[in-house]
């Protein structure tokens, strides 16, 4: 096969949703029409239960489990899907929004009965920033829940999308009788957990015939009559592009459990997804058809077994063709690298691979060279932009509980963060060391790692915080002012960028208001 149609048959994406809506369930559906796993449970878990804040096994349990599900790959109908795992506990929600800066559009999951809720919200805004195209797939239509309309309008108000009907419920929970696709004209009825073959499906051109009557009774055939011109009526005409501009999501109905209306959304993704999208780096855009290959690294998973210390990157590659054991420039370190196992993942087994192309994720073994957002490439110098940090949640100082173990604190602190795990902060007044992190869990699963994997022993501090902003002015005399002014504020974050520690949302008011030549963001990108 040449490199464009490799690359033309390439689809990768993420699924988006807030616990408990049915991610997993999904992706085990599409997995199994893919053939990539053969029975159901194959797929596990990937969630955080409550109780997880004390019980470090089970985040050890969850992180051997996210190294198998980090990337799911599958064959269907000629095309290669890749479904990069996002984490829905929103304490990993930074994981999720780097892992979205490497999906090329994404599939959201709303649970019918719940709406829209608070993680699948943020999710979205992120694609929306990014201009990724979205598919929403509306789930546990077995079940009793809101009214389609009523789910479309708070789907708009909630999300910010425009949405489309692709296809529609024929009622729902008891009365569920099954889903007329508007994109296929066909009605598809609903059997409990059946393996939905073609008997399952009639081909309904036209509304207006009677079958409908025999096969769904005379009251849903009206009903269904009625909303599908209603729908006609009041949405636009599905077109493509305004799909990839990212400014029209299609809408599906179905149950992942019962494997119904999955089909028709895994047809209709393979038919309008985009293939590999081109990146933006800072030195200019990367398209997928150039010949020289370049990626990013988005992910780093540690070893789970501490005697192997290495790690797993997991980069994505956007342009040219990937060989193993050639040499390859590591941008930041500004050296050459070659790997000799880099490897592939389908479903659950890993593969070594000779060659990846664009929209592609493979996994490097590491033994420390990398960190999130690195770029691998040919000989150009790129750094790929949209993996940025954000302002952490929560604060606390780190402090060494074992004098003896200090290169070891330093040396696993160094590690947790390169793969993301928190952010550190080294106050510029007195060398203190802050933690930044998006939920408590955080804090429990590094201080366990820090002893498990590297030895070493740490306690927290308080410290009231309420956010870290990286600043930068225009001109120097401005800065210098201003880090003199607020010097015990002031911290380093790994990178060696100035950043702002703001004790409450006033202070940070106050110094915003004195210092109109100092720019607060909140991100580390700007
Ligand atoms: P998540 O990854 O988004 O967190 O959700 P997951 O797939 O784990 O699904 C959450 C719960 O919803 C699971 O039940 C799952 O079986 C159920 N579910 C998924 N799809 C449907 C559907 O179409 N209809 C109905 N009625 N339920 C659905 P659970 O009891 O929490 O877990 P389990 O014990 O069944 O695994």
């Not at 929600?93 to 993680?119: C, H, N, P, Y």
């Not at 196992?341 to 929209?359: H, I, L, Q, R, W």
């Not at 002012?481 to 002031?490: G, T, V």
Request: aromatic share 10%; net charge negative; glycine share 6%.
């Amino acid at each position: 096969m040449s490199f464009l149609e490799e690359l033309n048959r390439r689809r990768t994406f993420g699924i988006v949703s807030h616990p408990d809506a049915g991610k997993t369930t999904l992706t085990e559906k599409l997995l199994l029409f893919g053939g990539a796993i053969q029975v159901a449970g194959a797929v596990k878990s990937n969630k955080i239960k409550k109780s997880a804040t004390s019980d470090f096994m089970e985040i050890e349990r969850q992180r051997g489990i996210s190294v198998a599900t980090s990337v799911m790959a599958f064959e269907y109908r000629g095309v290669k899907v890749n479904i990069l795992d996002t984490p829905g506990h929103q304490d990993f929600a930074e994981d999720t929004f780097r892992t979205l800066t490497a999906v090329d559009s994404v599939i959201v999951v709303i649970d019918v009965a719940k709406g829209v809720e608070t993680q699948t919200e943020k999710l979205v805004k992120v694609c929306r920033m990014r201009k990724t195209p979205i598919i929403v797939f509306i789930n546990k239509l077995d079940r009793e829940g809101k009214d389609g309309f009523d789910l479309l309008d708070e789907i708009e108000e909630k999300l910010g999308l425009n949405v489309r009907p692709m296809s529609w419920p024929v009622g729902m929970g008891q009365r569920f009788k099954g889903v007329y696709s508007m994109y296929e004209k066909k009605l598809v009825l609903f059997r409990p957990h059946s393996k939905q073959d073609d008997e399952d499906m009639v081909e309904i051109t036209d509304l207006s015939t009677t079958k409908l009557e025999e096969l769904v009774g005379e009251e849903a055939a009206a009903e269904l009559r009625d909303e599908v011109n209603m729908i006609e009526e009041v949405y636009p005409e599905f077109v493509v592009q305004d799909y990839l501009d990212g400014e029209i999501s299609p809408v599906f109905f179905g149950s992942a459990i019962n494997n119904f209306g999955v089909r028709e959304l895994l047809d209709c993704f393979i038919d309008i997804a985009p293939g590999p999208l081109a990146r933006i780096t800072e030195e200019r855009t990367v398209g997928p058809k150039e010949d020289k290959f370049a990626g990013f690294v988005f992910k780093i998973h540690a070893n789970m077994d501490p005697k192997h210390r290495d790690r797993i990157a997991f980069l994505r590659i956007c342009s040219g063709t990937f060989q193993r054991n050639t040499n390859y420039l590591h941008v930041r370190q500004n050296k050459k690298i070659k790997f000799s196992n880099p490897t592939s993942f389908m479903a659950a087994k890993k593969t070594v691979v000779d060659e990846a192309y664009p929209g592609d994720v493979i996994g490097l073994y590491d033994s420390g060279n990398f960190k999130i957002g690195d770029s691998l490439t040919e000989g150009e110098i790129l750094h790929f932009k949209g993996i940025p940090s954000f302002s952490p949640e929560q604060f606390r100082y780190v402090n060494n509980t074992n004098p003896l173990k200090a290169k070891q604190l330093a040396k696993g602190l160094s590690q947790l963060m390169d793969e993301g795990v928190a952010q550190l902060f080294t106050k510029e007044f007195d060398g203190r060391k802050i933690i930044g992190t998006v939920g408590a869990l955080q804090f429990d699963v590094i201080q366990y790692r820090l002893e498990h994997e590297y030895g070493a022993s740490c306690s927290y501090e308080p410290v009231n915080l309420h956010k870290a902003c990286w600043v930068e002015a225009n001109d120097d005399k401005s800065l210098k002012e201003f880090l003199s002014k607020r010097k015990r504020d002031i911290a380093k974050d790994k990178d060696g960028h100035l950043v702002f520690l703001a004790e409450s949302a006033w202070t940070l008011k106050m110094a915003q208001d004195n210092f109109p030549d100092i720019q607060f963001h909140f991100q580390s990108e700007f």
